[in-house]
């Protein structure tokens, strides 16, 4: 068994961070050298429910080449999370492109070569985080699982649950039919499992959202089938589905439930970009945090934690602007226990679709 702090790290992400370029519709001029990446987004999501000392408990990676900028250095530096900075000056930071064009179009490429994170890459106190969120295909996301609780000596028997709490958010290219069987063996090896909807129904061969419509019956039906077909190590494992401006439906054995997004007005929102990370991020705190014990318990207010996170990840290109002050600290120049306080009055009152 692998030595490390088994207390200190709530939550890992094995996303990677990105350096982003983004380049808009003329006239507005592009931004360079930006945070990025779903490591980044998710690790934000988190640690926006983690003030200083819980702000270590956030665990994630970045590697920096040898043309990694000091001033990025110094944002990081300034969430003081768990970040577990690795040089690597024989290469260059993974670099990526994003390209906005008319109707909420959007393109991506990698501008130069990616460092995937996987088990070997975690120092001892990471390996012993109360959750993982992971972002791959339905056989790597079972390879990552095996290899991690492998490391911590920690396989369960039959019918018990790891001491760890697994997110998957599917890669969305591998959301095919195809993948569909090897998604379902995936299914036994994690707690919860978020794609959004679009990727939910491409599993199946589904279209469920048409012209931004969803359709909210067959996203319930598609989810249901997952949480039938059985979840996680005891079968009884969630499916949370990120539905964009229409928030998300959380399904396991017990709840069926939608929580609306944070954020009804399409002004508020500058940028999706990341906004599922920041979620993931939100979610996996939740279900550590949201009760008098960790776990699956929580699903409902860990989504609730979520959609905030969510929300604060698409106010802006880039990452949410965290401050200082006598009161405590802000994101966004918001109090996240504001936010939550009154996005939870709101829910006294919603309908469900």
């Not at 590697?63 to 990025?72: H, R, V, Y």
């Amino acid at each position: 068994m692998v030595e490390g702090d088994m207390n200190g790290i709530d939550f890992c992400t094995l996303g990677m961070f990105i350096i982003d370029e983004i380049e808009f519709q003329p006239p507005t001029p592009p931004v360079t050298d930006v945070l990025g990446g779903a490591g980044t987004y998710s690790a934000v999501g988190a640690r926006i429910f983690s003030p200083p000392p819980k702000s270590q408990s956030v665990g994630w990676i970045v590697d920096c080449g040898s043309d990694f900028p000091q001033e990025l250095r110094e944002a990081i530096a300034q969430w003081d999370t768990g970040c577990l900075m690795r040089e690597t000056p024989q290469r260059l930071t993974t670099r990526g492109w994003n390209g906005y064009g008319d109707n909420d179009f959007r393109a991506f490429r990698y501008t130069t070569p990616k460092l995937r994170l996987d088990h070997e890459s975690l120092s001892p106190a990471l390996l012993w985080s109360k959750s993982f969120h992971l972002i791959c295909s339905p056989t790597r996301c079972v390879d990552l699982v095996k290899n991690l609780l492998t490391l911590r000596g920690q396989w369960p028997k039959l019918g018990s649950n790891p001491q760890a709490l697994f997110i998957w958010e599917p890669v969305p290219d591998l959301c095919t039919p195809q993948e569909l069987e090897n998604c379902y063996k995936a299914l036994r090896y994690v707690d919860v499992v978020s794609p959004n909807h679009s990727e939910l129904g491409a599993f199946f061969g589904e279209v469920v959202d048409r012209d931004g419509r969803v359709d909210f019956r067959a996203v319930e039906d598609l989810a249901g089938r997952w949480v039938r077909s059985g979840i996680g190590f005891d079968g009884e494992g969630a499916v949370v589905v990120r539905a964009g401006k229409h928030g998300c439906y959380v399904r396991d054995l017990h709840t069926s439930i939608w929580i609306p997004a944070y954020h009804q007005s399409a002004e508020k929102v500058v940028d999706p970009t990341g906004g599922g990370n920041g979620f993931l991020g939100g979610l996996a705190v939740g279900l550590i945090r949201g009760g008098p014990t960790a776990g699956l318990g929580n699903l409902k207010e860990a989504a609730i934690w979520a959609s905030i996170a969510a929300s604060f990840a698409i106010e802006q290109f880039g990452m949410p602007i965290l401050a200082q002050g006598i009161d405590g600290e802000t994101w966004n120049d918001v109090k996240v226990e504001e936010r939550l306080v009154e996005f939870r009055k709101r829910l006294d009152n919603y309908v469900q679709p």
